[in-house]
C-alpha cells in the first residue's frame, strides 16, 4: 500500500512539473473572427499567472496577470534621450523666438533636453569679457549648454566654426562632468542656405566629457578635445586633439581645426542655455555624480 501510494505522489509530482514546463498560451477572441486567434497586442504582453509545481500543489493568492514586456529602446531614447550617444540626424524643429545663434545650432540638438526649448546667449565673451571667471558667473547653474566659436586656424588662416554641448552644464563646483550624450561640432562646408556642420561624439563612456569644472578655468570638452582655457595671456585661443575623448568624424581629422594641428584664434566666444521659468528646476545646475573619470 505504502509503494501504491509513493506511486501516485511521484505521478502527481510529474504531471505538475510537466504543466508548469509547457508555457501557457494566451488565446483571444476577436468580435470579428470566428476562430480564436493569438493576438498579437495585449496577449503579447502579458500571460496567464501559473507559478510552479509547489503553487499548483498549495495554491495561494497569486496576481491575475504578470507583466511580460518591457519599454522599447526607442521608446526609452525618446524619453531618456540623454543616456544614449548623440544622434547624427538634425532636427526640424524651429522657435519663432531664436535669435541668430539659436537658429544657427538648432538643427544639432536633436535628442537632447534643449531640443524644443527656447533658447538664450548666457555669455558672450565680447560683451561680458574674455576670462574664466566671467564666464562662469553667467553660465554657472544653468543647466544644458551649448558653446558657439568662431576664429581663424593659425596654420592657414580659415575661418571656421566650431563648439561643442554639454549637457549637465557647469557649476564651478571642481572635478569633471560625465555625459555619453555630449558631443562637438565644426563647419565643414558651406552651401547658399548656410553653415553645414559635422557632429563628433563622446567615445570611450561619459567619463570626462566636461573635464574641468573649476571657476578658474575656462571650457574644457575632454581633457585635449576642444579647450577654450580663458587664461590670461591666451584669452582668445583654443586648441584641439581628437580622438582621445572625442570621435574623429568622418573625414579622420586630428583636430576640430584640420589635420594641420595648429590654435584657434577667436573672434567670438558664445555660450546658450535653455530658458526656464522662474518656478521650474533646470536639470544639472547643480552638483552631479562622476564615478566614471577616476
Wanted: charged share 20%.
Amino acid at each position: 500500500k505504502m509503494s501504491t501510494f509513493l506511486q501516485v505522489v511521484v505521478l502527481v509530482l510529474f504531471y505538475l512539473t510537466l504543466t508548469t514546463i509547457v508555457p501557457s498560451k494566451c488565446l483571444c477572441f476577436s468580435p470579428q473572427i470566428s476562430n480564436p486567434t493569438r493576438s498579437s497586442s495585449k496577449c503579447s504582453t502579458s500571460r496567464r499567472y501559473s507559478g510552479g509545481w509547489f503553487e499548483r500543489l498549495f495554491p495561494t493568492a497569486a496576481p491575475d496577470v504578470v507583466e511580460t514586456s518591457s519599454p522599447s529602446v526607442d521608446a526609452r531614447q525618446i524619453q531618456f534621450p540623454e543616456q544614449y550617444p548623440a544622434t547624427y540626424e538634425l532636427s526640424n524643429v524651429s522657435i519663432p523666438s531664436d535669435g541668430r545663434e539659436a537658429r544657427m545650432i538648432r538643427p544639432l540638438l536633436k535628442q537632447t533636453q534643449l531640443q524644443d526649448r527656447k533658447l538664450q546667449v548666457a555669455y558672450n565673451a565680447q560683451q561680458h569679457g574674455w576670462d574664466a571667471r566671467s564666464f562662469h558667473r553667467r553660465v554657472d547653474g544653468k543647466g544644458a549648454s551649448i558653446v558657439v566659436a568662431t576664429g581663424k586656424t593659425t596654420t592657414d588662416g580659415r575661418s571656421i566654426v566650431v563648439g561643442g554641448y554639454n549637457p549637465k552644464g557647469w557649476s564651478s563646483l571642481g572635478g569633471a562632468r560625465p555625459s555619453v550624450a555630449a558631443f562637438l561640432f565644426y563647419s565643414n562646408s558651406k552651401n547658399p542656405t548656410g553653415l553645414v556642420f559635422q557632429k563628433m561624439r563622446k567615445v570611450g563612456g561619459g567619463g570626462l566629457a566636461c573635464a574641468k569644472d573649476d571657476f578658474d578655468f575656462g571650457i574644457a570638452f575632454g581633457p585635449d578635445a576642444l579647450l577654450f582655457p580663458l587664461q590670461p595671456g591666451k584669452e582668445r585661443v583654443a586648441t584641439s586633439k581628437l580622438g582621445n575623448y572625442y570621435e574623429r568624424g568622418p573625414e579622420q581629422l586630428s583636430s576640430l581645426f584640420g589635420n594641420n594641428g595648429g590654435e584657434l584664434r577667436l573672434e567670438s566666444l558664445k555660450v546658450l542655455v535653455g530658458v526656464y521659468k522662474d518656478n521650474e528646476e533646470i536639470p544639472y545646475s547643480g552638483a552631479v555624480l562622476d564615478m566614471t573619470s577616476g
